[in-house]
């Protein structure tokens, strides 16, 4: 029996590594899950051969009164700072003046807590957190729970290594929204939910929390034989640690600020929160020569991004009503610097938000901008209170139509239900006919504004009868009769899109560009669509239940019916071009693109290929043909190049393209 459990450790150890790790599952969950009960099954049988580094032994262990203190055994160092171009190059001029030119390795600054993990003769003993560097807390329980660190290394010797252990933007969205529902305080970010998971006494409640990390650096890496930091780096990796992707090597201190520009971007896109980037001087050798202060590495630095969230003072609330009715509380901000722009309004959510965070008109408040989200109150400082705030009573009325607002059941969300709402109007037809919809150029929202006062545009179709008021707009003040022909050209032309913008323009609920293009391209024509029922429409990938009722549900409606049929009068196209496909060496591959592309936008470069009949994904696995990568391509080019997928570069891409043209 012994053996059959050491078969089924290994394979499972083997299995988390591959799915944690390494992003590539080979094996279903379904029968993860039944090697795991056989396993738990055995080991409950045979309690002799329990093992607390069992793969079994991840879900948490028992209730702590408290953390054991324990002295590390190397101090743990922190990091100078930098914040500026400037700064940096200065920080490199004096290093190279001291020892010659260098190379750099640079990596995510990742937004967690340092931790320390120790193993003896390849088994995981101890975890450790940072503590004030000289002295942390033992909280291995917490940290075996986290499943791509493996429990077992082939290398028996006895070493420690260092990292971050962080939570994920979506455990730590999916854990917020468990909170919200709860009515429980939510956490502000996701390094106090890594921290406030760590110092769980209960691993259980650590366990649920989904934490993960990153491993980046190997004290006294050189007496395992290593020369480099980035070898150390490539060492652990081998033996199933996880190590950062973006960490690349430099020649240069201008080419690392031009990797932090980069990053600067493309930290938007990670799964995980980075608070800047950590440069290291690469050569252990050298690292030796340049040495210590008191408190930190002079071979290393940490670039730390401008601050994403500012002190500012909520002057008001007021209330905007989206094209589905919703009625969302905004903030209306005294103007504040924040992340390179200037901020005078940020979402406040909904009504829960505003009271559980107790929010008031007056109070000082810290906003935060997450890349190209809309900027959102975190929180108000209670302390600077000097008695004039008060609090914001939710309207009962729409500020817009002055119906009633409603709060259904099930929702945090106000709504304003009646159809006939100006900003419900102006809204869906903005929508209409903005870039990703119809692409009507000249009709943004204020000139849609302007024309529904005027009483010429009430209801999406409207848009194609403008025609009929050519000599009032015409005299519009700032409406030329060039601006007048543009629009109207830009009327025409829109008609013959193809489905899939307008049924994104409509505006049915759930149903989004991606949703939409799998629609058209699935049923190519609206007549087919409006047919579909329910059942149809879940077999299809990619369309939910919910999506598909939202969808059954819309062209139920008779005013939607009427809406296709005053479209489909003035010349609308309805169908999605199925000839358009044209034949090319992408027609029927499955294809990834990842980075930043410079000569195609994202959108540009998926409609082209999707054009020429190829299927784009958004990741990498053993189905995928191709990945087409740009600048910064981080995880999904390696896992595309670990599973020997064809990969191209934009330029490569871009000589098929010119050659296919
Ligand atoms: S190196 C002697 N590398 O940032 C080496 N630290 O502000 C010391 N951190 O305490 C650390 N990502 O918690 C290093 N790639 C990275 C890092 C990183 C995050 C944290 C770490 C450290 C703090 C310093």
């Not at 989200?373 to 139509?401: A, H, M, N, W, Y």
């Not at 990938?541 to 059954?552: E, F, K, L, R, S």
């Amino acid at each position: 029996m012994k053996e059959r459990i050491e078969e089924l450790r290994g394979l499972l150890n083997q299995y988390n590594i591959e799915y944690h790790v390494l992003d590539k599952p080979t094996i279903s969950d379904a029968e993860y899950d039944r090697l795991m009960r056989e396993l738990i099954d055995l080991e409950t049988k045979y309690p002799e051969f329990m093992d607390p580094l069992s793969p079994s032994q991840r879900i948490g262990g028992p209730v702590l009164d408290e953390f054991t203190k324990i002295q590390h055994k190397r101090k743990m160092m922190s990091l100078g700072n930098v914040f500026s171009e400037e700064e940096l190059k200065s920080w490199a001029k004096k290093i190279e003046d001291e020892v010659g030119k260098v190379e750099f390795c640079a990596e995510c600054k990742i937004d967690g807590l340092a931790m320390s993990i120790e193993y003896q003769g390849g088994n995981f003993v101890q975890a450790v957190t940072r503590g004030d560097g000289e002295v942390g807390e033992d909280v291995t329980q917490n940290v075996k729970t986290i499943r791509s660190i493996p429990m077992n290394v082939s290398y028996r010797e006895e070493f420690e290594i260092r990292g971050e252990v962080y939570m994920p933007k979506s455990s730590f969205e999916a854990l917020n929204e468990g909170k919200r529902q709860q009515g429980e305080p939510e956490f502000a970010n996701p390094r106090n939910a890594a921290a406030g998971s760590i110092r769980q006494l209960d691993s259980k409640i650590a366990a649920s929390r989904k934490l993960d990390a990153f491993w980046y650096h190997v004290p006294d890496g050189e007496t395992y034989g290593l020369k480099t930091h980035y070898e150390s780096l490539m060492w652990i990796k081998d033996m199933g640690f996880r190590v950062n992707e973006n960490t690349t090597l430099f020649q240069s201190i201008d080419d690392v600020w031009k990797f932090i520009e980069r990053m600067t971007i493309e930290r938007n896109n990670l799964p995980y929160e980075i608070d800047g980037i950590v440069i290291k001087v690469n050569n252990y050798e050298v690292q030796e020569q340049l040495g210590y202060t008191v408190k930190v590495p002079k071979w290393a630095i940490a670039y730390k991004f401008p601050a994403e969230e500012a002190v500012t003072r909520l002057e008001d609330i007021f209330i905007t009503v989206g094209r589905t009715g919703k009625a969302t509380p905004n903030a209306k901000l005294t103007p504040v610097r924040l992340a390179g722009t200037t901020v005078s309004a940020a979402t406040l959510h909904n009504e829960d938000m505003i009271n559980q965070k107790d929010v008031r008109i007056g109070d000082l408040v810290v906003v935060r901008k997450a890349g190209d989200i809309i900027p959102e109150v975190l929180r108000s400082i209670e302390d600077k209170r000097d008695g004039t705030q008060v609090p914001f009573i939710f309207p009962t009325l729409c500020p817009d139509c002055g119906m009633p607002l409603h709060r259904f059941a099930d929702e945090a969300a106000h709504y304003c239900v009646n159809s006939d709402c100006p900003s419900r109007i102006v809204n869906s037809i903005a929508h209409f006919a903005s870039r990703d919809a119809m692409n009507i150029d000249g009709l943004g929202e204020k000139k849609v504004e302007q024309f529904h006062k005027m009483g010429w545009l009430n209801k999406v179709d409207d848009i194609f009868k403008l025609k009929e008021y050519r000599d009032e707009i015409i005299s519009l003040d700032k409406f030329g009769l060039k601006s007048y022909e543009n629009l109207v050209e830009a009327i025409d032309q829109c008609k013959s899109n193809a489905l899939d913008k307008l049924l994104f323009g409509l505006g049915i609920r759930q149903v989004g560009a991606k949703a939409a293009r799998i629609l058209a391209n699935r049923y190519k024509t609206m007549d087919a669509l409006m047919q579909a029922t329910l059942s149809d429409l879940i077999t299809i990938d990619d369309i939910g239940d919910i999506t598909a009722d939202a969808i059954v549900t819309y062209f139920k409606e008779e005013a939607t019916l009427r809406l296709i049929d005053s479209l489909k009068s003035s010349g609308v196209n309805m169908v999605q071009e199925s000839d358009a496909t044209i034949e090319s060496s992408f027609t029927g591959k499955t294809i990834v693109l990842t980075g930043s592309l410079q000569r195609f936008s994202r959108n540009e470069a998926q409609e082209y290929l999707e054009k020429r009949g190829a299927t784009v994904t958004g990741s990498v696995s053993k189905k995928t043909d191709i990945v087409i990568y740009g600048e910064a391509a981080g995880s999904k080019l390696e896992k595309a190049q670990a599973l020997k997928i064809q990969t191209m570069t934009e330029d490569e891409f871009m000589e098929i393209v010119e050659r296919e043209a």
